[in-house]
């Protein structure tokens, strides 16, 4: 989306309406909001927003098909933010929760194939907590951070998944589950 058409809220809520007029079988649950942040938009021409739709249907339709918003046609793909964020607590890899983890347990302190509550420091005797000894170790980047930090450059890069690459213009999701992402026609 062109970011200096849209800057202010009041725009937003143009937007919506703009949507709702030009793409007649779509309807928007609550005004749009953009992708990224303020600060993020300011050395960009273009960017992409999130909006959420009715249902399932309706995000597949706009999946399928062009839309056409404030003169540009855009083309839909489905956004999946929430999913990537999600951490299993068990093998410490992204993108799934615990409770579904087939893969074989993985320490979140030190990487090693043990349970968290497991670890134990041989110089103090604490168990399934970190200690001043603890070697950390990342299971996702192999640096020496627990797994679950959020320094950990593996967030920064799930994120940039979830969004398509440049070309990305607009976005929508519902926040529960009929999450799209729309990018400017090539
Ligand atoms: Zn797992
Ligand atoms: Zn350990
Ligand atoms: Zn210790
Ligand atoms: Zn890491």
Redesign the pocket.
Known sequence: MPILSFSSSDDLSILRNEIEIFNSDLKLLRDSNWLSSEENRQEKKHASIVFAVDNAEQAQKAIKKKLYIAELQLVAESYKSAETKTQCQKCQKLGHSTKHCINQECCQICAEKHYTKHHKCHICQIVGIECSHSKLK?R??D?N?K?N?QI???WEKQASLSVSPAKSDVAMKNSADFAVVISHVR
């Open positions: 990342c996702n980047c640096e951070h797994s930090s950990c450059s593996i």
